[in-house]
């Protein structure tokens, strides 16, 4: 169906057929083409009707909304952009406006729910995009944008970016943010594809989607730097990047230059920009070969804007303002303003700002965010920018009766309250610190400064604890947070970003597949609001439920590590398939991030493993006589008997501790990190093939080392890092020609290239649902009744070899329970003690096997 086009319809609307065949949407399963994607839009723009409405979009990053958008456009109705998963923000616009219809996302093609037939509106003709500036709070404040404003914006961008039909770029932000949607409008403008997803940077299916449909850009706001530094973006290997942009607030110098300078080494550019709803979106822009030289500033203004500055009274800096065919018509509060055509002619942006001798721009605070305490003329920027000198992540907000801020991390508040008191020149009392978790952030990334201020308000009284212990999808935040004793668990935290290990992974699934029903396999990269909207599947009475191989392989091995020990059944290699899943694991939980944080987690983990492993043993020591000096230092390899004896009881632990440390030891090097980010299936490949010399003895290397089971551990590790079907078949056929022989025992070779087989293949394994629970303490104690068991069943197996596995696994997961409890009671603790500034810390990562002699 054809229809005609309103005359003021932005040119990147009425022009997508002209780019014929080129991709217009790439998603993970489909490609939409610039001539099926105008088509479609020209479907619901027929149906949206000849008649000029108000209309409102319920936007998600998807074809649905994208659709409905451009059909609004091609129609000339104007449309208010509201955050799908928002409900409570578009029932506040809706009763404030009272659009004429709804739209929304349906199955396939947008569903439009028509609150009236025509309209009661008076509607400029200019008038094409309302656009709210708080987030997502659904505030009435709209800013009223034009035909004008979005085809000018759009170009402008396009030009200082050089935009082509061969760049595809990537959703990472949202629609309905003006950021997320210039993205959108600027490759449109240009014929460019649009890679539609709403993933997660930290998900590692964002980055086999950027990759396979090769896209060239993505857009970030200064959040989306720390969740790049979480993800091992450095290392990662993304061939079509051309450049990334930046918006959305300042970006700390330090990490514009760090970025500016990884992508001059890998030959990608780096795009500061500035900008504002009420410009449409971009203002300014920082050329590429200047960031590293000048990070702190906002650069030049967009093709065809303006900068003046004037001055402010008491206040060696003035504001910027700004002008240029992008700027708002004005702002609506109300649907009497949806009539008004323009009432600025440009815009007092309210930052202060300062014009350096080479032409760049800077700003250097808000106008509107100063405050005055005390007499004092406080400047809730500047308050921020010292934190920044002290490595603290923190924002401020305030009014005049006190200052309050938010740090982020395990930080020391008594101590920076002192220090900003001092330097602000304010008494103690008038300046309250909290230290969160995380910052509270609005959707578009920017600090919520609201929230903040809030944390200074009397606080309700706790309700009272709910009667049924029932678990539902709106106990993800609290399950994670008494998991991973996180207080403040954001919307963007994912199970590994909040420092998930294998050890809290196996509580954490066990209660989440509770609560939800089941569990995708990549849960714990997920977002909490993406498993938060999960609802669950699970059918009442069904017997068999899904549940992690490497969860129901460390539950099973236990069990046969000690029935074998106890002699109630005889079954060995259990403890070679836990060293496949220890570097499984160690990949999962313990890769991400930058080189040196994550080394500092390693090291946690290797605690996590050692403390409770000396303290066992060291018990064991003073009460029996089994056991040496040696031991509890964890150097009977080293310092022990050549002969087998009890002294050799604890070895699985000493060789996981030697691979520990040797992987983190490794991954210290800036090569090897480099390497290992770079090629992140090829360097577990080849620690496995070193692994192997020892193990087919072409290299004889003396005892203690842990090179004849590092292939194992490696092995897992490369499993982890398997994307392909391809991958997963080299894999098993290495696993295939390397482990036969290995013991010269045809049953135990087989149990180890079967459980190595499992992890590889099947990702989860169906087990009856009421043993959920029972297999994941089993798991998460594994390590714990490995230790105890020793001193546990060598008296009740004479007796009842049941009863002998039975005590074991019971005093396993009893010394679990206290070693948890003693450990998290000194991290609080520590946490509590007055001192220096702390940098924040994330729970460590470690794979906790068991094992057989």
């Not at 050692?610 to 009977?636: C, E, G, H, Q």
Request: with cysteine.
């Amino acid at each position: 169906m054809t229809i005609q086009l309103d005359p003021l319809q932005v040119s990147f609307v009425a022009d997508l057929a002209s780019y014929g065949d080129n991709p217009a949407i790439l998603t993970a399963d489909r490609m939409l083409t610039y001539r099926e994607l105008a088509a479609r839009v020209a479907a619901v723009a027929g149906r949206l009707g000849p008649v000029r409405r108000l209309l409102a979009l319920a936007a998600a990053n998807d074809l649905d909304s994208l659709v409905a958008y451009l059909a609004a456009l091609a129609g000339g109705h104007p449309l208010i952009l509201v955050p799908a998963d928002k409900p409570a923000a578009l029932e506040r616009l809706v009763a404030a406006y009272d659009p004429d219809l709804i739209m929304r996302s349906g199955g396939g093609e947008p569903v439009l729910e028509e609150r009236r037939h025509g309209t009661r509106h008076e509607l400029h003709p200019e008038l094409a995009l309302l656009l709210s500036t708080s987030g997502s709070t659904g505030s009435p404040k709209l800013v009223r944008l034009s035909q004008e404003n979005l085809q000018s914006n759009a170009e402008a961008i396009a030009e200082y970016l050089g935009i082509g039909a061969g760049d595809r770029a990537a959703t990472t932000l949202p629609m309905h943010y003006c950021y997320g949607l210039s993205v959108i409008n600027s490759h449109l403008l240009r014929g460019a594809g649009l890679v539609l997803t709403d993933l997660s940077v930290v998900d590692p299916c964002f980055w086999d989607l950027f990759r396979s449909r090769g896209a060239t850009t993505f857009a970030a706001v200064p959040y989306t730097f720390e969740l790049l530094d979480r993800a091992g973006f450095a290392g990662m290997e993304l061939p079509n990047l051309r450049y990334l942009t930046q918006a959305g607030g300042r970006l700390g110098p330090d990490t514009v230059r760090r970025y500016a300078e990884l992508g001059r080494r890998r030959g990608w550019d780096l795009f500061v920009m500035y900008g504002q709803t009420e410009a449409t979106a971009r203002m300014a822009y920082l050329p590429p070969q200047l960031a590293a030289a000048h990070p702190g500033v906002i650069g030049i203004p967009v093709p065809g804007g303006a900068f003046r500055i004037d001055p402010v009274p008491g206040l060696d800096d003035g504001e910027l303002i700004y002008s240029g065919p992008n700027v708002m018509l004005g702002y609506a509060g109300s649907p009497d303003d949806l009539a008004a055509g323009r009432t600025i002619e440009e815009l007092r942006t309210g930052d202060l700002a300062r014009r350096h001798p080479n032409g760049l721009y800077e700003v250097v605070g808000r106008r509107s965010r100063f405050v005055k305490i005390a007499g004092l003329r406080i400047d809730l920027g500047q308050v921020e920018r010292i934190l920044a000198e002290l490595g603290v992540p923190g924002a401020s907000a305030g009014s005049d009766q006190g200052l309050v801020v938010a740090v982020e991390g395990d930080h020391d508040a008594r101590l920076l309250g002192k220090l900003l008191a001092q330097d602000l020149g304010l008494p103690r009392a008038a300046l309250e610190v909290y230290a969160v978790e995380r910052l509270p952030r609005l959707a578009n990334g920017k600090p919520d400064y609201p929230a903040i201020l809030a944390l200074a308000a009397p606080q309700p009284e706790p309700a009272a604890p709910r009667n049924t212990p029932a678990e539902g999808p709106g106990d993800v935040r609290e399950i994670f947070a008494e998991q991973l004793e996180h207080a403040d668990v954001g919307d963007e935290d994912t199970f590994v970003s909040l420092g998930g290990d294998s050890l809290s992974y196996v509580a954490t699934s066990v209660r989440l597949e509770k609560a939800l029903g089941s569990l995708p396999p990549d849960w714990h990269l997920r977002p909490v609001r993406e498993l938060a909207r999960q609802r669950a599947s699970r059918r009442a009475g069904r017997f068999f439920s899904m549940l992690e191989t490497s969860i129901v392989l460390r539950a099973v091995a236990i069990v046969f590590i000690i029935g074998t020990h106890a002699h109630l059944f005889h079954w060995p290699g259990m403890a070679h398939v836990l060293m496949a899943v220890a570097g499984y694991n160690f990949a999962r939980f313990q890769l991400g991030g930058e080189r040196l944080p994550r080394l500092r987690r390693q090291l946690r983990s290797l605690g996590r493993i050692i403390v409770p492993s000396v303290a066992f043993i060291a018990t064991a020591y003073l009460l029996t006589d089994r056991y040496s000096l040696a031991n509890i230092v964890l150097l009977n390899a080293f310092l022990g008997p050549e002969t087998w004896t009890t002294q050799w009881d604890f070895w699985f632990v000493e060789v996981l501790v030697y691979v520990l440390v040797a992987m983190a030891a490794l991954l210290a090097v800036p090569w090897a990190d480099r390497a290992e980010r770079r090629f992140p299936l090829a360097f577990p490949l080849v620690l496995t093939a070193a692994g192997l010399l020892s193990r087919f003895e072409v290299v004889d290397l003396p005892v203690p080392n842990p090179a004849p089971v590092l292939w194992l551990f490696a092995l897992g590790w490369a499993v982890a890092r398997a994307r392909k079907l391809s991958q997963r078949c080299a894999l098993s056929v290495i696993a295939a020609l390397t482990v036969p022989g290995f013991f010269g025992d045809p049953h135990r070779d087989a149990t180890i290239l079967a459980g190595i087989l499992l992890l590889i293949w099947l990702p989860a394994v169906p087990v009856p649902a009421g043993l959920h629970h029972l297999l994941g303490l089993l798991a998460g104690s594994s390590l714990y009744a490995y230790l105890t068991h020793w001193l546990v069943y060598p008296g009740l197996a004479p007796v009842s070899p049941a009863l002998a596995v039975a005590a074991s696994l019971a005093a396993g997961a009893a010394y679990w329970a206290l070693s948890m409890y003693l450990m998290g009671a000194a991290r609080r603790w520590w946490r509590r003690l007055p001192g220096i500034v702390r940098p924040a810390t994330s729970s460590p990562g470690q794979a906790d096997p068991a094992a057989p002699r």
